[in-house]
C-alpha cells in the first residue's frame, strides 16, 4: 500500500469481497469499501500485507487508510497456480464544501449530497461531430447541478 509518491501507508484496512456466481444473488446497495466488511488484512510499516486462504476466482478488493481516498480494484482474478500481487496506491483525501441551493439560489438546509467518482469515457460527437453529446440528465458546461432536499 502506497501513496502517490510511493512512500509506503502503514496500519491500512484491506477488504475483500468475492464476486458470486452467476446463479448466486449479489448484494448491490453496498459495493465501496468497508461497509458491513470486515478487514481481513493490515497493512504493516512498510506498507504490505498478506491475506491467506482466499479460494482462487475473481474478486473486488479495497483499501482504507486514514488521511487517504479509499480504493478499489473490482474484477482481481487470483489464480490458483502462481502468486498473486494486488498493489494500491492512493492518493490524499480532498475537501470538498459548498452550498446546496433551489432554484431561487436560496440555501437548502438538510439536502443529501453525494459524490460519486467520475467515470471517464472517450467524448461522443453531435452530428457533425463537432460537439460532445452530454448524457441525459447531466449538467450542460458552465451550469450548476442543483440537489433535491
Given at each position: 500500500?502506497?501513496?502517490?509518491?510511493?512512500h509506503?501507508?502503514?496500519?491500512a484496512?484491506?477488504?475483500?469481497k468475492?464476486v458470486p456466481?452467476?446463479?448466486?444473488e449479489?448484494?448491490?446497495e453496498?459495493d465501496?469499501?468497508g461497509?458491513d466488511?470486515?478487514?481481513?488484512a493490515i497493512s504493516g510499516?512498510?506498507?504490505?500485507y498478506?491475506?491467506?486462504?482466499l479460494?482462487?476466482?475473481?474478486l473486488?478488493m479495497g483499501?482504507?487508510?486514514?488521511?487517504?481516498a479509499?480504493?478499489?480494484?473490482?474484477?482481481?482474478?487470483?489464480a490458483?497456480?502462481k502468486a498473486?500481487?494486488?498493489?494500491?496506491?492512493v492518493a490524499p483525501?480532498e475537501?470538498?464544501?459548498?452550498?446546496?441551493v433551489?432554484?431561487h439560489?436560496?440555501?437548502?438546509?438538510?439536502?443529501?449530497?453525494?459524490?460519486?467518482a467520475a467515470r471517464?469515457?472517450?467524448?461522443?460527437?453531435?452530428a457533425r461531430g463537432?460537439?460532445p453529446?452530454?448524457?441525459?440528465?447531466s449538467p450542460?458546461?458552465?451550469?450548476?447541478a442543483?440537489?433535491?432536499?
Open positions: 500500500m502506497l501513496d502517490r509518491d510511493g509506503a501507508i502503514a496500519n484496512k484491506i477488504y475483500v468475492v456466481l452467476p446463479s448466486e449479489m448484494d448491490t453496498d465501496g469499501v461497509g466488511y470486515k478487514p481481513l510499516a512498510d506498507g504490505n498478506s491475506i491467506g486462504s479460494s482462487p476466482g475473481k473486488t483499501a482504507q487508510a486514514d488521511g487517504y479509499d480504493a478499489v480494484r473490482p474484477g482481481i482474478t487470483l490458483r497456480d498473486n500481487e494486488v498493489d494500491f496506491n483525501e475537501r470538498l464544501q459548498g452550498t446546496v433551489d432554484e439560489a436560496s440555501p437548502v438546509a438538510k439536502a443529501r449530497v453525494v459524490a460519486r471517464t469515457r472517450a467524448p461522443r460527437s453531435g463537432s460537439n453529446i452530454p448524457k441525459e440528465g450542460s458546461p458552465g451550469s450548476t442543483r440537489a433535491a432536499s
